[in-house]
C-alpha cells in the first residue's frame, strides 16, 4: 500500500474515534469480550490491562518516541526503523493479544510502509497519523475501562487499619 493511502486511512480512523468510541476499545473494555482467548479462567482483567498497557502507552508511547527520534537529524532513516523494529514488536503482540486489532493492524501496516520509505519528513507524516489515532483510543481507554472495581478490593481508612490491627493483635496474646 502506498504510504500516502494508509496515511489518510489512519486520519480517517482517527478522526471518527475522536468522536465515536473505537469498537475494539468497546468490545474489550465495555462489553467484556476477548475473542482472542486471553484472560485466565474467562476473567477479563488481563485483557484490560493488557489492553490498557497496549493503548495508552506500548503503541502510542512507542510511537510519540519513534516521532520525536525522527526529527533528530542526526540520525538516519535506517537507524529510526532500527529502533522501530526494536520496540514495536512486543508492542504488536499485546495489543493483538489484548483485541486491539485496529491498531495492531495499523501499526503493522505503518512500519511496512516505513520499511520502503526513505523520505524523513514522509516518514513522519506517517507516524504522526499513527500517533493520532493512538492518542485518541487512549482518551476512550481512560473513559471505558471498568475504574469501578477498585470497589471489589476497597482500601481501609486509617481508623479501620488501626481497628484490624487491635485485632491481629488480640488474636496473638
Known sequence: MDWKELKKEIETIAADSVENCP???LRVFEYEIAPEGCGTGGLML?????GATASRYLIPYYMYNIV???????LSVS?????MHLTMPKALGTAERSGMLVLADLTRRTMACVDEM???????????A???????????????????????FVIPTGRE?????????ESYI
Do not use: C
Open 46 to 50: 488481563g485483557p484490560w490491562f493488557d
Open 130 to 152: 499513527l500517533y493520532l489515532y493512538g492518542s485518541s483510543i487512549n482518551a476512550w481507554q481512560n473513559y471505558r475501562v471498568k475504574w469501578g472495581l477498585n470497589q471489589a
Open 68 to 74: 520525536k527520534l525522527t526529527k533528530d537529524l542526526d
Open 79 to 83: 537507524q529510526i526503523r532500527q529502533h
Open 23 to 25: 469498537e475494539d476499545i
Open 118 to 128: 526513505e523520505n524523513r519528513d514522509e516518514v513522519l507524516e506517517l507516524l504522526n
Open 161 to 169: 487499619l488501626v481497628e484490624m490491627a487491635k485485632r491481629a493483635d
